[in-house]
Nanobody
Framework: VQLQASGGGLVQAGGSLRLSCTAS??????ADWYRQAPGKQRVWIAS????????YVDSVKDRFTISRDSAAKDTVYLEINSLKPEDTAVYYC???????WGQGTLVTVSS
Protein backbone atom coordinates (compact mmCIF):
# COMPACT_ATOMS: atom_id res chain seq x y z
CA VAL A 1 0.00 0.00 0.00
CA GLN A 2 1.36 3.41 -0.93
CA LEU A 3 0.22 6.37 1.09
CA GLN A 4 0.28 9.96 -0.03
CA ALA A 5 0.28 12.54 2.71
CA SER A 6 -0.21 16.21 1.98
CA GLY A 7 -1.46 19.49 3.36
CA GLY A 8 1.46 20.63 5.45
CA GLY A 9 3.10 23.99 5.14
CA LEU A 10 4.12 27.18 6.88
CA VAL A 11 1.34 28.86 8.80
CA GLN A 12 1.09 31.57 11.42
CA ALA A 13 0.07 30.77 14.95
CA GLY A 14 -3.70 30.74 15.26
CA GLY A 15 -4.21 29.48 11.76
CA SER A 16 -5.60 26.18 10.53
CA LEU A 17 -4.53 23.36 8.28
CA ARG A 18 -6.09 20.19 6.95
CA LEU A 19 -3.77 17.30 6.35
CA SER A 20 -4.72 14.48 4.04
CA CYS A 21 -3.57 10.92 3.69
CA THR A 22 -4.69 8.84 0.75
CA ALA A 23 -4.13 5.20 -0.07
CA SER A 24 -5.75 4.77 -3.42
CA UNK A 25 -8.25 1.96 -3.42
CA UNK A 26 -7.39 0.84 0.09
CA UNK A 27 -10.27 0.49 2.50
CA UNK A 28 -8.54 0.76 5.83
CA UNK A 29 -9.85 -0.51 9.17
CA UNK A 30 -7.83 1.79 11.37
CA ALA A 31 -6.05 5.02 10.58
CA ASP A 32 -3.71 6.92 12.87
CA TRP A 33 -1.92 10.23 12.77
CA TYR A 34 1.43 10.67 14.47
CA ARG A 35 3.77 13.60 14.66
CA GLN A 36 7.46 14.04 15.27
CA ALA A 37 8.68 17.37 16.47
CA PRO A 38 12.31 18.38 15.82
CA GLY A 39 14.62 16.41 18.06
CA LYS A 40 11.82 14.39 19.61
CA GLN A 41 10.30 10.96 19.18
CA ARG A 42 7.34 10.25 16.99
CA VAL A 43 4.14 10.22 19.03
CA TRP A 44 0.60 9.13 18.36
CA ILE A 45 -2.00 11.90 18.29
CA ALA A 46 -5.25 10.59 16.82
CA SER A 47 -7.01 7.59 15.34
CA UNK A 48 -10.20 6.69 13.51
CA UNK A 49 -11.76 3.34 12.79
CA UNK A 50 -13.70 2.34 9.71
CA UNK A 51 -16.87 2.75 11.74
CA UNK A 52 -15.97 6.33 12.56
CA UNK A 53 -14.88 5.98 16.16
CA UNK A 54 -12.19 8.48 17.02
CA UNK A 55 -9.63 8.89 19.74
CA TYR A 56 -7.11 11.61 20.55
CA VAL A 57 -4.22 12.25 22.84
CA ASP A 58 -5.46 14.62 25.52
CA SER A 59 -3.14 17.44 24.50
CA VAL A 60 -4.77 17.92 21.08
CA LYS A 61 -8.40 16.85 21.42
CA ASP A 62 -9.71 20.40 21.63
CA ARG A 63 -8.02 21.55 18.42
CA PHE A 64 -7.53 18.49 16.22
CA THR A 65 -10.19 16.59 14.31
CA ILE A 66 -9.58 13.31 12.52
CA SER A 67 -12.05 12.27 9.87
CA ARG A 68 -12.47 10.00 6.92
CA ASP A 69 -13.69 10.73 3.43
CA SER A 70 -17.21 9.36 3.58
CA ALA A 71 -17.39 8.67 -0.13
CA ALA A 72 -13.95 7.50 -1.17
CA LYS A 73 -13.16 5.70 2.09
CA ASP A 74 -9.46 5.71 1.23
CA THR A 75 -8.57 9.14 2.58
CA VAL A 76 -8.17 10.25 6.15
CA TYR A 77 -7.91 13.87 7.24
CA LEU A 78 -6.49 15.70 10.19
CA GLU A 79 -7.81 19.19 10.71
CA ILE A 80 -5.73 21.33 13.02
CA ASN A 81 -7.14 24.56 14.37
CA SER A 82 -5.62 27.30 16.50
CA LEU A 83 -2.15 26.21 15.52
CA LYS A 84 0.64 26.82 17.99
CA PRO A 85 4.39 26.92 17.43
CA GLU A 86 4.65 23.70 19.43
CA ASP A 87 2.59 21.98 16.74
CA THR A 88 5.58 22.27 14.43
CA ALA A 89 6.39 18.72 13.40
CA VAL A 90 6.36 16.21 10.62
CA TYR A 91 2.95 14.58 10.59
CA TYR A 92 2.63 10.95 9.56
CA CYS A 93 -0.35 8.80 8.78
CA UNK A 94 -0.52 5.10 9.41
CA UNK A 95 -3.10 2.71 8.03
CA UNK A 96 -4.06 -0.79 8.99
CA UNK A 97 -4.28 -3.54 8.08
CA UNK A 98 -0.75 -3.72 6.81
CA UNK A 99 0.91 -1.14 9.07
CA UNK A 100 1.48 1.20 6.15
CA TRP A 101 3.10 4.58 6.81
CA GLY A 102 2.96 7.72 4.76
CA GLN A 103 6.08 9.75 4.00
CA GLY A 104 5.14 12.56 6.34
CA THR A 105 4.12 16.13 5.75
CA LEU A 106 5.85 19.03 7.47
CA VAL A 107 3.86 21.56 9.43
CA THR A 108 5.71 24.68 10.54
CA VAL A 109 3.96 27.20 12.75
CA SER A 110 5.47 30.65 13.11
CA SER A 111 4.83 32.80 16.15
Amino acid sequence: VQLQASGGGLVQAGGSLRLSCTASGFNFILADWYRQAPGKQRVWIASITNSGSTDYVDSVKDRFTISRDSAAKDTVYLEINSLKPEDTAVYYCRLNPGDAWGQGTLVTVSS
